[in-house]
């Protein structure tokens, strides 16, 4: 079950960062052309190349946890034994828990309120809320792969997952 939840959120964070390095390049590449040539600029370029890399930077955090490349401090597993690195181990992943639990309670939060507020954005005249529901989305995302980690830690499957996502 969440090999299939790990699965189907891969695929949803590659076609959202392909989506979105594909807008934030071409109306960057567009703005330079209607800038420099046509000496016309596209008022809503910025804010959609900066709604693109907040997003890509929320859907990196979920895949930052699914191929382990967060920050961590690895000097403590060389001087713990397996035993003390193991219960590490869990509690990281717990802690991480914790935090994606915190990014949906907050980030859902942050939506309703600011959706009931009605804020448009300056240029396109978007709600806002709906940038902000990046947050408890990614938050869901980490949540998943932070129990699919925990899961694996139970199953003594670390080794065998790390090898799946190198191979991968």
Known sequence: MIGAINRCIDWIENVAM??????????AIIQVIARYIFS???YWS????????????????SMGVRYGVHISVEVLQAFLGPKLSRIFKY?????????????????WRLFINTNNMGQLSPAMQIPVA???LIIPISGVFMLFRYIGLFQALLLDKEEKQKQEIIMT
């Not at 910025?46 to 955090?61: D, G, K, Q, R």
Request: glycine residues 6%; charged residues 5%.
């Open 18 to 27: 392909t989506g979105l390095m594909l807008i934030a390049t071409v109306v």
């Open 40 to 42: 016309n600029s596209l």
């Open 46 to 61: 910025e804010e959609i190349i900066l709604y693109s890399l907040i997003t890509m930077s929320f859907v990196t955090a």
């Open 91 to 107: 509690l990281s992943t717990l802690l991480g828990m914790v935090f994606a639990v915190t990014l949906i309670y907050y980030g």
């Open 130 to 132: 709906y940038v902000y």
